[in-house]
């Protein structure tokens, strides 16, 4: 398994050095089966068309006790940069723990006046390729999600079948797209998040039966940034994502949507661009969220095996809740720096707070607050006496002004159909009011002659305070 | 309707708050707004639930209007609002409440109906059960109607029972009917009826020179067997204990026309006696936006802490421990004149109650001769 | 006290009363405590065996007071104190209330109930109903519909305004010159239902009398609907909740009360019938369920203990019947219940069904 | 003090001759100081005209252990009956424990034909005579009190002044009385009690400030007898005093009669016409009377020093009960024979019972139960209420027979007087209830069919109704 982490710290630094490049890049992972004296080994190639490396992101590797079981911890690295004549070839040992004494140069070989750049870092290990390669596949899968801009990716594996014959077979590969101006990473996360639910985050094709259409679909997101020191900018971005796979009832479920109706939502976690295990200060951050402001439970949030896993209460039967969440600098270095966890935890629940809040606002009636929720009982009751009343009006005009005024058709309406759509009125104004901030309530409507709240009681006043016209002796003048 | 509605309900430009007597229709008028205003912010861009704006009915809202030409002063309500809001949760069901009980007098409205309190309940336990679990909440409810629709709880087609009586030197007439001489109806007085809006259209007639206010009915048949009211040429009403609307309604009825007889008022000697006063003379919270608007100022005649020469002392009691409640709330009424307060302390201080029939150990005739001779010395505070 | 008692007049009651201190004061004289005996009378017995002698007007013992004990010799007080009062009220021919009279000495009578009983004592020994006394109870009851009398010399014509409630009189024994169309009397429980029946005009519709006693009828109503139940040879009905209370209400009514068992044979309404509600009612009308409430354990003992007066067993076998089945059901539900639906149900379906129902049982 | 009890036995053996005889008789007590080889000794000499002695009495007399302190044991006897010729005397030596040692027989001598009996007996002590006389002075003095029929008791002390010169001094004489027909034991003991009460228990002289006439004493007595066995019948006889000392109101009450105000009782006790501490079988007796049937709460019974003293709560303030208990054998034997404790208590409790009723009986008022003194605080209400009644009547020939009946003047009465008069008819009737034994009151005439109060019903039925202002709420509309 120490292969397989070597090569995502290594997909993650050429991504790095392909975002610090500027220019539309190119990241290939080439896993090929090799057989040496009747062993068989599996050489794995990561190439990235990105700034040349300067080296000290693999002197400063790290590897686990256990990583040399079955590989030699040899790296063989060719490297060049934009203004580079030559291409460099090192060897690095990392079983050598002292970082400069890892590296052993070899010859060069020169450039021939071609102008480019980029990198290609390849070793081999004992470990069987089909296992790296399923690795590979889903690591690069997430990072697909991320959508970035200029970075194209390809996963290509070298197999030879029984007669020795070699096949390549390209696992994944994306195109470059072209930024267009309103885009934005968040945005591109979205997006990319959307693919991913609409298959069912396993599949490689989108699930029609679920997700003909988009409209199952409501997304939000969220941004905070924070200047940590310098020009150093950190920012979280966060989508969220319910699906509502309605379409999907039990009745015409098919096993394979089957995944769809659980009530978890594992989170995916980027750093820098690159899919990560959730780091602690966002397992806090997700902690303290106030869910119940947006209706949501969470039964259990377990951090098994590297991902945050939530376990919803009381979510309905056909939904689910996707949470994508990326943190990264602004400045792109090579290795990464990072540090302020608390800035962190800071951003991450800001993000999400904001990205919730977009939900609920843009969508009517997404994440209500239990509160609304507990309103919304009373609005079948209200809707029946509005419209009883409207209806057990014997002035024909004051019928008429009521149906106009909920744009309904003059004349006879049915009760049932006044009373739908007083109540979705209602529904309405209750998800409405669950979306403004607090504070910001209906108050204005009602016409305080003197000031704001110095008159109001708590509730039992109101309650039970008063006698009726019959008891005299609680006089409390 | 929208401007009626904000003239007339909303922004009233008085400084009363008062529930008026309307007919059905202005009633059903005002629900009607109620319900446009309703839809119409729930329509609006800007969707909402309105708070439902009723006026507040307790001491904080309480102001004293003293007359500055006249001894006349009584309590009101002011505009402050305490609100029906759907939008708190443990007010939401009382939102709902209010609207449920508008609806159900609209229907009754309509039908140009009367329904009891009682009834009421049972209809709104029926429709809506799981709001309306005891009286208690229907009767509360119909006063949250009413301090929002300004409007009395009689309007709202609700019939109160009666329980005011008057007899006495007074013609009474409804329009096209009989005139009924209150002067010849019996021992049990001429009953007062709980319908305003007739009581609001009689006709008067009188030739009394006083208005005798009497907390008890007992003592109130004693003096109009003993046609009291011939010997002092009065008027005798009684609301049988704390008064009811109707009562007080009537009783200043009869003071607006004819506003030179003064009102005097016999009561038992204790703080309960006086807080029945009190309701009669300056209108109380616990009626609501229905209480001050009929104030009337009544004068107390008896029992007051000079007559207890006359009652022995077997014929006193304890105050109960209610007494001393009332006392305290009495007591601490900014409205209340001095030489009352002082009549209060007295009661307290001696720790006892006194009442008017206390005054029969000096034979049934007695209390004639002494309402006379009080009245005649202009012997009330 | 055999027999049916004339009715005394002031002066007989007066010359009683003299005979009464009279014989006091004898004993007095002679050095021994005065003796009172007080006979007992009873509505009812808990003995459903038919040799039971309630309601046959007999004393069923006597309390004799003497001066031995102390409870007697209060109770001899406040007898003597609210006779002195009695003696005034006939001489000087005025008339108070148990109220006036327990008002008049507080702190001695130390309670309502303790006039009452005095009151009830001295109409025992002087053979006499209570108002043979001058002594009256505010009447709470309540009267409309085709009737029309006078009282000491006032008219009283409901007829004028038949949904119009009156005031029972107070003075019953100066009621005169009844003169009435109505084809039967209906006396409600309470006013709630009188209300209801006034609003839906009910007697401009139906040519009858309605009473309400509001709740417990006091002496007055029920001297009232006596007096015209004898008067006008109609029949009667009641209609009261679908619980013990109102079943005992309605008993109070036929059978009169324990405390003034004495005067039984003047205040009961024998003729009376019972026309609702009935628990069979709830489903025959289908009420909705929310207005219907189990029996509480109180209830329950109060069916109980109604279901062994011995005058049910011996007069009203039916309605005690009717009784155990409310036990059996273990429901009960007010008249209100009966509006629920449609305001006017009651007066346009379940009162006209009912009536008709009744009165060809009666013929 | 021992020679005081020996004395007090010795005289109380001389009562018993005297009563054996018959006739009337005297006893003389003489005190003399002598002086015998300069040490000072008192000579008691105890003499009665009685019947003479067997001299059983002598050997049985008992002497405590410290009885020969001040005195040699000695006794000099002198006796002759009325059929004898001569006179015997003896020596007894009490010190000699065995009865038949005790007697020593001294020479005769003749009686000249003289016929008469008696018995001198006589010893001299180491004793003060001062003291010893005091002694004797009080024990004859509670003697007296019995007033004895025909026997005289006299003292007599002898004492020489510093001159040597013999003075004679009678300290108490009384006269033989002829018992008139009508009298008896216990009319003599409450005669005596009369006179000690008017002496305020003390004095020689009767109080004439507090008792000018005897209308302030209620005296009551009993009697209770009954066979013991054979001829043999025991005999209580109690007398019971009640002085109201009205005249000596606080104002003017001298110091010297402030012990008549004093609330206790010492119950004065006597056993074979000689006074004698308390025994306990009367002790038993008189704790356990139900004193509240009489108006008397004893705060507490001591036994204190050989005497009962009573201390009542609640008694009026002027007033003293005295109390005096008598229980003699019908039998008369020298020495008296007594047993019968069982029986002497039950005696003693029915002769008190009958003296407090004998004394309710006799006096109006008097010893009233406290039942009855509650039910007394009705009469002013019932006077007041019948007064009316007869005064409020509006028939004159009914008011006049009234007031015939009460014997009062035909005519205007006044209230007040009326109302007194029929007050005190019923007090007095009240206590007329109060004397008759339980259980004979009016029942027989009643004929109750039933118990008594069950059937007894709440109030409610009738008074349901409007009420004031307490039952404002009702809902029932
Ligand atoms: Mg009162
Ligand atoms: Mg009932």
């Known amino acids: ?477 | 309707m929208w401007e009626l509605f904000q003239s007339s309900l909303l922004f009233s430009h008085q400084q009363l708050c008062y529930a008026d007597i309307l007919s059905p229709s202005q009633v059903r008028a005002r629900i009607e707004v109620a319900v446009l205003n309703f839809l119409k912010i729930l329509n609006s861009p800007n969707p909402e639930i309105t708070d439902l704006p009723l006026t507040s009915r307790n001491s904080k809202n309480t102001n004293v209007y003293r007359g500055l030409m006249s001894d006349n002063s009584h309590i009101f309500l002011s505009h402050s609002f305490s609100k029906r809001s759907m939008m708190r949760e443990n007010a939401a069901k009382a939102f709902v409440r209010v609207w449920k009980v508008m609806e159900m007098c609209y229907q009754i409205l309509v039908e140009e109906k009367r329904v009891t309190q009682r009834e009421l309940y049972y209809k709104l336990l029926c429709t809506s059960s799981e709001y309306f679990s005891s009286q208690t909440q229907v009767n509360r409810t119909v006063q949250d109607v009413v301090a929002l629709l300004h409007c009395s709880r009689y309007s709202l087609g609700i019939m109160a029972s009666t329980r005011g009586l008057i007899a006495g030197r007074l013609l009474l007439q409804e329009p096209n009917r009989e005139v009924v001489d209150c002067s010849v109806c019996g021992s049990s007085g001429h009953p007062i009826s709980g319908d305003l809006s007739m009581l609001e259209s009689l006709s008067m007639k009188t030739d009394a020179r006083y208005i005798i206010v009497i907390e008890k009915h007992a003592i109130f048949q004693r003096l109009v067997e003993d046609c009291f009211f011939n010997q002092v040429p009065s008027i005798l009403i009684t609301a049988k204990g704390c008064p009811d609307l109707a009562t007080r309604f009537l009783l200043h009825k009869i003071t607006k026309a004819f506003p030179n007889l003064p009102i005097l008022a016999l009561v038992d000697w204790n703080p309960a006696g006086l807080s029945i006063l009190c309701t009669f003379k300056y209108g109380s919270i616990g009626m609501g936006l229905e209480a001050y608007k009929y104030a009337c100022n009544v004068r107390w005649l008896g029992v007051r802490g000079d007559d207890l020469q006359l009652i022995p002392e077997e014929s006193m009691a304890p105050l109960k421990p209610k007494d001393k409640q009332i006392a305290k709330s009495l007591t601490s009424m900014e409205i209340l004149p001095d030489d009352y307060k002082e009549e209060l302390s007295l009661m307290v201080q001696r720790g006892q109650r006194a009442e008017i029939e206390a005054l029969y150990c000096h034979g049934y005739d007695f209390l004639g001769k002494y309402l006379a001779k009080k009245i005649v010395q202009a012997d009330y505070i | 006290m055999e027999g049916k008692r004339s009715t005394p007049t002031p002066s007989d009651l007066i010359q009683k009363i003299r005979e009464f201190s009279r014989s006091i004061l004898v004993d007095l004289c002679n050095g021994r405590s005065p003796v009172i005996f007080i006979n007992k009378f009873r509505t009812y017995c808990k003995n459903s065996a038919e040799n039971c002698f309630c309601s046959s007007n007999v004393p069923v013992g006597a309390k004799v007071l003497t001066l031995r004990k102390q409870p007697h010799a209060h109770r001899i007080d406040v007898l003597l104190r609210v006779l002195l009062i009695v003696q005034q009220l006939l001489q000087e021919n005025k008339h108070a209330s148990k109220r006036d009279i327990y008002y008049t000495y507080p702190s001695v009578f130390s309670d309502q109930s303790v006039v009452d009983r005095a009151i009830n004592d001295i109409c025992i020994v002087l053979k006499c109903s209570r108002h043979n006394l001058n002594v009256v109870s505010v009447a709470k009851g309540l009267v409309m519909g085709w009737v029309r009398y006078s009282e000491g010399g006032k008219k009283f014509d409901c007829i004028s305004s038949p949904n119009t409630a009156q005031p029972v009189p107070v003075q019953v024994e100066d009621v005169q010159d009844i003169l009435s169309f109505a084809e039967y009397i209906l006396v409600v429980e309470k006013e709630s239902v009188f209300q209801r029946l006034a609003n839906d005009k009910f007697c401009s519709l139906n040519r009858c009398i309605v009473i309400t006693g509001r709740g417990y009828p006091d002496v007055p109503t029920r001297r009232f609907l006596r007096l015209l139940a004898e008067k006008l040879h109609i029949p009667v009905y009641c209609l009261v909740d679908s619980d013990p209370y109102g079943f005992d209400i309605l008993a109070t009514y036929r059978f009169g009360s324990l405390e003034m068992a004495y005067d039984v044979e003047f205040l009961c309404v024998p003729n009376i019938c019972w026309l609702g509600a009935f628990t069979s009612d709830y489903e025959k009308f289908a009420l909705p369920s929310q207005c219907l409430l189990p029996l509480t354990t109180e209830d329950k003992n109060k069916i109980e203990a109604l279901l062994q007066r011995c005058y049910l067993q011996h007069e009203e076998p039916h309605w005690r019947l009717e009784l155990q089945r409310m036990q059996e059901k273990g429901v009960k539900f007010e008249i209100e219940a009966l509006s629920v639906n449609s305001l006017s149900f009651l007066t346009k379906e379940y009162l006209p069904s009912k009536i008709q129902c009744m009165s060809q049982l009666v013929r």
Chains 1, 4 share one sequence.
């Not at chain 1, 390729?129 to 697909?144: G, H, N, T, V, Y």
């Not at chain 1, 997404?366 to 409207?390: E, Q, T, V, W």
């Not at chain 1, 104004?429 to 309530?441: H, Q, T, V, W």
């Open chain 1, 1 to 477: 398994m120490e292969v397989t982490n070597l090569s995502k710290q290594l997909i993650s630094l050429a991504v790095q050095r392909c975002r610090l490049s500027g220019d539309p890049c190119r990241i290939s992972v080439f896993l090929r089966q090799i057989t040496v004296s009747d062993s068989v080994f599996t050489q794995i190639s990561i190439s990235d068309t990105g700034v040349g490396s300067c080296l000290k992101e693999f002197q400063e590797l790290k590897i686990g006790y256990n990583g040399f079981a079955e590989w030699d911890g040899m790296l063989s690295v060719t490297t060049t940069s934009l203004g580079d004549s030559e291409i460099f070839h090192y060897k690095v040992n990392l079983k050598e723990n002292a970082p400069n004494k890892r590296l052993i140069k070899l010859p060069s070989s020169p450039k021939k006046n071609a102008v480019f750049s980029g990198t290609e870092v390849s070793t081999s290990s004992a470990e069987d390729m089909e296992l790296l390669l399923a690795d590979m596949s889903s690591f690069l899968r997430k990072m697909i999600i991320l959508k970035m801009h200029n970075i194209a990716i390809e996963l290509v594996a070298e197999s030879r079948d029984e007669h020795g014959l070699q096949h390549e077979k390209v696992v994944l590969a994306t195109e470059l797209t072209l930024p267009s101006p309103k885009s934005s990473n968040v945005l591109q996360l979205a997006s990319g998040l959307e693919d991913y639910v609409c298959k069912h985050r396993n599949f490689n094709e989108k699930c029609q039966s679920c997700f003909s259409s988009r409209d199952n679909l409501k997304v939000g997101n969220g941004q905070a940034c924070r200047q940590k020191h310098g020009n150093d900018a950190l920012t979280v971005e966060v989508v969220i994502i319910i699906s509502d796979n309605e379409l999907l009832g039990p009745s015409n479920s098919s096993p394979s949507c089957l995944k769809a109706f659980e009530s978890k939502t594992e989170v995916l976690y980027y750093r820098e661009f690159s899919p990560c295990s959730v780091h602690q200060s966002a397992v806090k951050a997700l902690g303290s969220i106030k869910w119940n402001k947006y209706g949501l439970t969470p039964r259990s949030i377990s951090d098994e095996e590297n991902s945050l896993v939530f376990e919803w209460e009381n979510l309905p039967p056909n939904t689910h809740i996707d949470i994508a969440l990326h943190s990264y600098d602004k400045q792109v270095t090579v290795p990464p720096l990072r540090q302020g966890i608390q800035l962190e935890t800071k951003l991450v629940k800001e993000a999400i707070s904001l990205a919730l809040d977009d939900l609920k606002e843009r969508y009517t009636g997404a994440l209500l607050s239990d509160h609304a929720l507990k309103i919304h009982n009373y609005a079948p009751d209200l809707a029946r006496s509005i419209s009883g009343l409207i209806l057990s009006s014997n002035d024909p005009n004051f019928r008429d002004e009521c149906f106009s005024l909920l744009g309904m058709q003059i004349g006879n309406v049915e009760g049932e159909l006044l009373e739908k759509c007083i109540k979705g009125k209602i529904i309405s104004a209750i998800d409405m009011n669950d979306r403004k901030p607090p504070g910001l309530g209906c108050k204005a409507a009602v016409p305080f002659l003197f000031g704001d709240d110095h008159f109001q009681e708590p509730e039992y006043m109101d309650e039970y305070d008063e006698g009726e016209e019959d008891s005299c002796n609680l006089m409390d003048f």
